[in-house]
């Protein structure tokens, strides 16, 4: 079976994920429009249909959100099973959309803890030490592994993750995807768990104050257990997402507003 | 300082938006030329004074040292912090204190900014629906593109126009809020965050199979409550996951499924 794009095709689509992964980034869809643009030039050459095309661009142009160095991978593998699904392989559109979403969030969380908050930090304090006393040779160091080594790894996780979706295509069981997913998603929540302990902070000054008495309100709660109301935040959100139909941008507005009143209130 | 070394500010600065696409996008600005170390030498050359720049530099550089980007919020926003704090400390020869003390409260406004504009931009990508359903591939790409127009004037005209102003009308601003929108600024700073992260669990967590929320409120203990570092919780997170997959699905592997796997590179996301 002959592909229909050529290496040309993907290696466009690879530099453009690399520059517009981000544009028009979002809380609504966050990097949705661009994983479209990514993709719409090879996919206009797998779907001649006009009405094909028309589908195909509208099921990229949903929410998608994920660490972008490690999650390049991701746009590449949806391309490889574009490519099934306009073959007619044994792909369904589920199963795109599918490996699509279930890839993202763990991603993201594998991707913020090895690329954000490993490697970067680990370059940057390199940097740090090298330029320490003047020398310009931190700040080059720094150039070429904080900026130039991620732009590869970007271009290559997808050229690699275009091969790995088409490998997959007469490999990928709804058995095969539930493992993956399961796998990947337990590491990801995992992960996603510690990095959220160690950014969100919920703090409270509300202490009561009864003569000599002074009962400070954030010694309670750390007695119960320390950051639990970043947990109970952030589960909170997540209930809110799934069961009440909260967007991100409610959920940014009701927050910012009782930010606001707790802190006039002396609460926060 | 001169029109034309804040316009410079400004433009440098813009590239420094986690937005902006032209350098190789979020890799060759936001996370390349824009960083404190990087930008900060640049403006030192700018000034004549390198030894000022690289010093400046670092010293931002290390107080931002180990914040991650997680769902697009930063607690705190390096753009103000380096292209309002640390120029006007270059310029003025402030040194490293007056870097500092100018970059708090101003990252701090460069959420709010961030905020914005992460609102704002929902605009596009309805643009981009309306193209896609009437498979026009140029209207998708024209919308990422406009995109860049409100972001490019604003970023631009805040940095120059601070640095053309100086550092004591900058102080001056800082002065004038009060002392509670900062401090309701640097909770929201880390408050925010859960915002991306809550919406990364809805996607991980799927209907059905809520109990997985679980591996979520063990990370979060364990970082917490121990010594832990991120790297030894991913390595941990590894094994859990083994753990559970042989436990879960270990019987039907050994019915054929595992040589499949293994002999296509399909296997790559495993474990």
Request: hydrophobic fraction near 50%; charged fraction near 10%.
């Amino acid at each position: 079976m002959t592909s229909k794009l050529t290496k040309k095709d993907i290696q466009g689509a690879a530099w453009t994920n690399v520059f517009f992964h981000h544009c028009a980034q979002n809380y609504e869809r966050m990097m949705g429009l661009a994983f479209a643009h990514t993709l719409c030039k090879p996919l206009e050459k797998l779907y001649p249909e006009k009405e094909d095309y028309k589908l195909a661009l509208q099921r990229h142009m949903n929410f998608y959100n994920t660490e972008p160095t490690l999650g390049s991978l991701i746009p590449g593998v949806v391309l490889g099973l574009e490519e099934g699904l306009s073959n007619k392989a044994d792909v369904t559109e589920e199963i795109v959309l599918s490996t699509k979403t279930a890839l993202m969030g763990p991603f993201a969380g594998i991707g913020d803890s090895l690329i954000g908050a490993t490697y970067m930090s680990i370059v940057a304090s390199i940097a740090i030490g090298l330029s320490d006393g003047g020398s310009l040779i931190g700040v080059i160091f720094f150039l070429l592994f904080h900026a130039g080594v991620p732009i590869f790894l970007k271009y290559w996780l997808f050229m690699k993750g275009y091969e790995l979706g088409l490998n997959a295509l007469n490999l990928i069981t709804p058995k095969i995807t539930e493992i993956v997913t399961t796998s990947l998603g337990i590491i990801g929540l995992v992960t996603v768990g510690g990095i959220t302990a160690s950014t969100v902070r919920v703090p409270v000054a509300y202490e009561y104050v009864s003569g000599e008495l002074v009962i400070s309100l954030q010694n309670i709660l750390d007695r119960i257990m320390p950051g639990v109301l970043s947990l109970v935040l952030t589960l909170g959100l997540w209930w809110m997402y799934t069961r009440k139909g909260w967007s991100a941008i409610k959920a940014l507005i009701i927050l910012l507003v009782a930010v606001i009143v707790l802190v006039y209130l002396g609460i926060m | 300082m001169e029109l034309w070394q804040a316009l410079i500010i400004g433009l440098i600065g813009y590239f420094g938006v986690n937005r902006t696409p032209w350098l190789f996008g979020q890799s060759g600005g936001f996370n390349g030329i824009a960083q404190p170390i990087v930008a900060c030498t640049i403006m030192g050359f700018m000034f004549g004074n390198v030894q000022e720049g690289i010093a400046v530099g670092i010293a931002l550089q290390a107080m931002y040292l180990g914040v991650i980007q997680p769902g697009g919020a930063l607690p705190s926003d390096r753009g103000f912090a380096t292209f309002i704090g640390g120029s006007l400390a270059i310029a003025s020869g402030g040194g490293v204190e007056a870097a500092i003390a100018l970059a708090v409260p101003l990252g701090l406004l460069g959420v709010a900014l961030f905020q914005f504009f992460m609102t704002f931009n929902a605009y596009f990508p309805h643009m981009g629906d309306r193209a896609a359903a009437n498979g026009d591939k140029n209207g998708i790409i024209k919308a990422q593109y406009l995109s860049q127009v409100p972001t490019f004037i604003v970023y631009v005209l805040i940095y120059t126009l601070a640095n053309y102003l100086g550092v004591d009308f900058v102080r001056a601003m800082l002065d004038v809020l009060p002392a509670q929108i900062i401090k309701a600024l640097s909770i929201m700073g880390r408050i925010l965050p859960a915002v991306g992260f809550a919406m990364l669990l809805k996607y991980i967590v799927v209907r059905g199979r809520e109990w997985m929320i679980g591996f979520f409120v063990m990370g979060f203990v364990l970082l917490m409550n121990t010594s832990f570092n991120i790297i030894s919780l991913t390595l941990f997170g590894i094994g859990v996951s083994i753990l559970f997959v042989v436990a879960r699905y270990g019987a039907e592997l050994k019915g054929g499924l595992v040589g499949n796997v293994s002999n296509n590179g399909g296997d790559d996301y495993d474990e």
